[in-house]
């Protein structure tokens, strides 16, 4: 069983939504990697989390340490955000310490 | 100017032959990565080198071998390709083990 979980799985949603994609990990970790890969293949490093919220341009990560729990936020979404979002942690503990442990990827759908 | 650059950005080959893929980072990390990222999208680290070091190997077959001859190369060579070696590797390097990784744009293999 992976352990970071992403959700949903498939998201579509008309231009102009917002959208909230969910990451949840199982144990503590050092740092969260927000990530996006375009339908090219090339991947972008979004945000790198410990802490708090962190924004760009429309994007928001926040972070709940307590909860286990990361969400990336995109306002006003537009096509050109379609795209797969894949949440990254670095387990502190367990038989994952110290490695990059990847969700299996939200994949984005925004419609004109 | 690329910050990650990878080649082959395509490599075709048959069974059985030997291939390496080369990773150059003009950033100035010290600490570099290969990732495998198969059919179903699913990324996975195999490799992360800090200082030309080996820090991460992970339970990859050992017809992979990465080689770091200095920081800002990490190439990964691999003998007796199987079908099941076809995927998209990627490069990825940062600044520390924790820092924010950035990604080249990915090899494509197809082994026949």
């Known amino acids: 069983k992976n352990e970071v979980e992403q959700s949903p799985q498939n998201l579509t949603a008309q231009e102009g939504e917002f959208i909230t994609i969910n990451c949840s990990y199982s144990v503590g970790i050092s740092a969260l990697h927000w990530l996006q890969q375009h339908p090219g293949g090339g991947i972008v490093s979004l945000f790198m989390?410990?802490?708090g919220k962190k924004k760009h341009g429309r994007l928001i990560a926040t972070i709940n340490i307590q909860e286990k729990h990361s969400s990336l936020h995109i306002t006003a979404s537009h096509p050109r955000d379609s795209a797969v979002y894949i949440c990254a942690v670095k387990f502190m503990l367990g038989a994952n310490a110290g490695k990059s442990t990847f969700g299996d990827g939200t994949t984005l759908t925004v419609k004109p | 100017d690329t910050a990650v650059s990878q080649t082959p950005k395509y490599l075709v080959t048959q069974m059985g032959n030997d291939k390496s893929i080369k990773c150059e980072q003009n950033l100035g990390h010290d600490t570099m990565y290969w990732y495998k990222q198969d059919s179903k999208k699913f990324l996975k680290i195999m490799f992360s080198?800090?200082?030309?070091?080996?820090?991460i190997n992970e339970t990859v077959p050992n017809r992979f071998s990465p080689k770091s001859p200095d920081k800002a190369h990490l190439n990964l060579h691999i003998n007796s390709l199987e079908l099941g070696d076809s995927a998209v590797y990627f490069c990825a390097s940062s600044s520390g083990s924790g820092g924010t990784q950035y990604f080249g744009p990915g090899t494509r293999l197809l082994v026949l």
């Open positions: 080198y800090n200082n030309k070091e080996l820090i």
């Open positions: 989390l410990s802490s």
